[in-house]
C-alpha cells in the first residue's frame, strides 16, 4: 500500500515538471519573447514518462540519475536569476526534489515484494 502514495507521487511531481517546464519556456518567463527552444527540455521529461505510470523499477532506476539534470538547472537558475525565473527555479528544485525522494522510497519499497516474488 506505501508504494502506491510513492507511485502516485512520482507521476504527479513529473507531469507538474513538464507542465511547469512548458509555461516557465512559453508564457511565464522564456529567454526570448514569444518562447524558446528551451521549451524542448519539457519533450526530455516525457522520456520516462511511460514507464513511470506503469510502475516498471528500471524506469524508476534511471530516471532517478536523469532528474539530477533538472534539479541542477534549477539550483543554478535560482542562484543566479531573480524575479518570476527564480520562484520558476524554486518550484523546479521542490517539484525534482519531491520526484527524486518518491522514486527512491517506491523503489525502496517495491524491491521486497520483488524478491519474494522470485522465491
Known sequence: MKQGWFHWGAIVSLIALILLNLGWELWWAPL????????LKAALLLLPLP???KGRIYTYQWSCMFILAFFGEGVMRGWGDSGLNQQLAWGEIALTTLYFVSVLMFIRTGRPAAAHATL
Open 32 to 39: 526570448r519573447e514569444g518562447g524558446s527552444w528551451l521549451v
Open 51 to 53: 514507464g513511470i505510470l
